[in-house]
């Protein structure tokens, strides 16, 4: 078992090696998916060491380790014989990697989830890295500008798709995880990043959340924002209703206006085909995603 486990280690090395040869600044993974090495003030006070992202000089700071470095990367993996797989992190240059996780694991069909974003906000996927995961999701790569810090995020854009930016990484393909092991799509592995679509870099980059407005102020914009959330959640087809509420609740939460309108979003959905309470258990998912509460 332990020369097994010593080839699988060395296969991950060689994967990110590789994937260093291409501007992309790695880590050693566990099984877990998990950063191998664990933190080394992970036994200290809190205060005694804030917000050490590796200053210390020691392994252990996740994706702060991150290097593009032959030697830091060799060093890495040394300090972790256990270690499957490989991190890359996001949002570092040269690539500035922005990654679109597909999920299967919620039920919806995120695919179906970004096309229907991509028609409704005018933009296509380029042809890109994608990498295969072995629960059938599929992780997209983009490039995006050096002026542009995308956020960590689950769900925001719709149910089954998460987004992977600065701060933190995707599991490199190569990677041996307890569920199986990730691969390039076919006909992608030799593939740059394409840049990421304008339309989508907007999504992906929201300004920042407003506090809900004083009386009498702005009312018809948040009024016609509003109408337009409910309309969109009208139009849902059979496959669409959760995906469509979800996304609509979750703007209006973060806009400031989800309570006074989750009654009109919750007759919506009704009127699509969902019952009251799978309506309003979509929307209170919202309201907590948004760190909102009062659905």
Known sequence: MATIDRQVTTLALA???????RGLAVIPLSRTKLPALRSPHR??????TPGCHGECGRFGHGV????????RIRELFAAAPWASGYGIACG???HHLIGVDLDTKSGTDSTAALRELALRHLFTIPETVVVLTPSGGRHLWLRGPADAVVPNS????APGIDIRGAGGYLVGPGSRTEHGVYGTA?????LAPAPCPSALLRLLTPPPRTRRAAPGAAAGTTEQHGQGLVQFVLTAHAGQRNTRLFWAACRAYENGFGTDLADALTDAAVRTGLTYREARSTIASAARMTGRRGA
């Open 154 to 157: 689950a769900g925001r854009l």
């Open 15 to 21: 994967h990110a090696l590789s994937a260093a040869e």
């Open 92 to 94: 570092l240059p040269p």
């Open 186 to 190: 076919p006909g992608t592995a030799h």
């Open 43 to 48: 036994a200290a006070p809190d205060s005694a």
């Open 64 to 71: 702060y380790d991150a290097s593009t470095d032959p030697r």
